[in-house]
């Protein structure tokens, strides 16, 4: 795609140095175009069409798409962008104040990445040390019994979602609304086991499994068939899952911690490093402003 890119912005470049504008002005050898004195080199061209997502690149893929984009984004972007610098928006002290924030957030954001590298490393022995001192955490019922509620629009699942918090039984609601048989029996779909269920029922499964107390209801899982909420009725039995189908929870798990203190630690350094002074007094006036509020 970046040889066919390359292919059409070097077409656009030579027919656009071909030709004049004001008068006897010639184009340079690698300006693509010159809004009121401001040039765009090819160069830039072909910047700004690597920043597009996929979606917008995929449009850049025939003459008539790299045309359009010239005109319609690069030209038209420039051209706002002057008007708006006539108009004084360069100088609104609003807008400069989100351009700092913005500037200052990209520039911590460059810090941490820089300060983070290579600190979320885990190895698989910490993954099995993990796995063994907190079994707890993977042994899970070996069947359960779970009824639902499914309906199939938002608005008839607020409905439901509206008379559960106000107290309603949850086997008389999924008599009244569910879409399927179970509504003959309260939502009941009695005992099952992990892995019994459709790979389309992968997130209704894990939300079911994810209860641990009887009568705990889920959140909102939504599959090919509708919106559900799950209640367990009992568990029986207990599974240890096997590693390997935690091992990638528990790595991604590490890794977050491992991040955050790390970013803690270098956060605690760089205030020990700085000279602080906070105004108590002031702070305590602000306090009691609050207060009043």
Known sequence: MKTTLFIFCFLVLIGLIQCKKSG???????????????????????????????????????????????????????????EAKKRGFDKNEEILAKVEDFRRAMMIDGLIEEV?????????????????????????????????????????????????????????????????????????????????LAPSFAQFEEAAFSLRNKGDISEVVRTPYGFHLIQLDEMRGTHLRPLDQVKEKIRFFLQAKKRQEAYLEYVREAKGRAKILINEKLWAEEERKGERR
Do not use: C, W
């Not at 700004?48 to 008539?64: N, Y």
């Not at 509206?162 to 509504?183: C, H, P, Q, V």
């Open 116 to 196: 983070l590298k290579g600190r979320g490393e885990v190895t698989e022995e910490e993954i099995q040390k993990y796995y063994r001192e907190n079994k707890a955490l993977f042994t899970e019922p070996l069947e359960i019994k779970i009824r639902h509620i499914v309906v199939n629009s938002e608005p008839v699942l607020k409905e439901v979602l509206t008379r559960l918090s106000r107290g309603e039984s949850f086997e008389k609601l999924a008599s009244t609304y569910n879409i399927d048989r179970s509504r003959e029996d309260g939502g009941n779909l009695g005992f099952i086991r992990r892995g019994q």
């Open 24 to 82: 006897d002005e010639t184009l340079g050898r690698k300006e693509l175009v010159r809004i009121n004195g401001r040039s765009i080199t090819i160069e830039e061209f072909r910047q700004l069409s690597e920043k597009q997502p996929l979606e917008g690149k995929m449009r850049l893929i025939d003459e008539k798409g790299m045309r359009d984009f010239l005109e319609n984004y690069v030209i038209t972007r420039e051209v706002l962008y002057q």
